[in-house]
T-cell receptor, first 117, second 116 residues
Framework: DTGVSQDPRHKITKRGQNVTFRCDPI?????LYWYRQTLGQGPEFLTY????????KSRLLSDRFSAERPKGSFSTLEIQRTEQGDSAMYLC???????????????FGQGTRLTVV | AQTVTQSQPEMSVQEAETVTLSCTYD???????LFWYKQPPSRQMILVIR??????QNATENRFSVNFQKAAKSFSLKISDSQLGDAAMYFC?????????????FGQGTTLQVKP
């Protein structure tokens, strides 16, 4: 296993179009996270899955955003009717339950850079 | 709500020298984790070092060490014998031990330049 994989790496879309990103976590990791990172800023939490269940969503995740993780494996993040403010790097991370609260360390993918023109 | 603040947008260090990156955080919780992550240009974020709040001893990982001051809510990263490969953006992050989600709260980041 080579780590967390995200596809595509880059996406340019016109305002108003829908886009979908995919994340393949490390195979034995049941926890999956999506973060958004704007230029020069730290990542901000968007949503969390434990297996196939979406257990937490940030208020940053507007109605235009939806995430799924069917069968607890890969995950998709869809943005409908994209806006210029959606331009950012979308990062996926995964982790294993481990002991103690919150699981083991998070492993990150290389991200999908979205540009809305 | 927890917050993490990195007040140094950019830092530079001469190769082989030592540099310290600062981080402060705010929380009402007593049990949590703190992390430093490194994000090289166009590459994925990787964990540098982790500290459990209940441990008084500062974490070390080879050339990387932290100064964890729980009462002051301060968590700085010291990089010794800096190498060109250390050039990256560094993020300080907080994770609650009480919350079962394991989500990370990041600071704004510090860009580290290493001069040959």
């Amino acid at each position: 296993d080579t780590g967390v994989s995200q596809d595509p790496r880059h996406k340019i879309t016109k305002r108003g179009q829908n886009v979908t990103f995919r994340c393949d976590p490390i195979s034995e990791h049941n926890r999956l996270y999506w973060y958004r990172q704007t230029l020069g800023q730290g990542p901000e939490f968007l949503t969390y899955f434990q297996n196939e269940a979406q257990l937490e969503k940030s208020r940053l995740l507007s109605d235009r955003f939806s995430a799924e993780r069917p069968k607890g494996s890969f995950s998709t993040l869809e943005i409908q009717r994209t806006e210029q403010g959606d331009s950012a790097m979308y990062l996926c991370a995964s982790s294993y339950p481990g002991v103690g609260g919150g699981g083991t360390e998070a492993f990150f993918g290389q991200g999908t850079r979205l540009t809305v023109v | 709500a927890q917050t993490v603040t990195q007040s140094q947008p950019e830092m530079s260090v001469q190769e082989a020298e030592t540099v310290t990156l600062s981080c402060t955080y705010d929380t009402s919780e007593s049990d949590y984790y703190l992390f430093w992550y490194k994000q090289p240009p166009s590459r994925q974020m990787i964990l540098v070092i982790r500290q459990e709040a209940y441990k008084q001893q500062n974490a070390t990982e080879n050339r990387f060490s932290v100064n964890f001051q729980k009462a002051a809510k301060s968590f700085s990263l010291k990089i010794s014998d800096s190498q060109l490969g250390d050039a990256a953006m560094y993020f300080c992050a907080y994770r609650s031990r009480l919350s079962n989600t394991g989500k990370l709260i990041f600071g704004q980041g510090t860009t580290l330049q290493v001069k040959p």
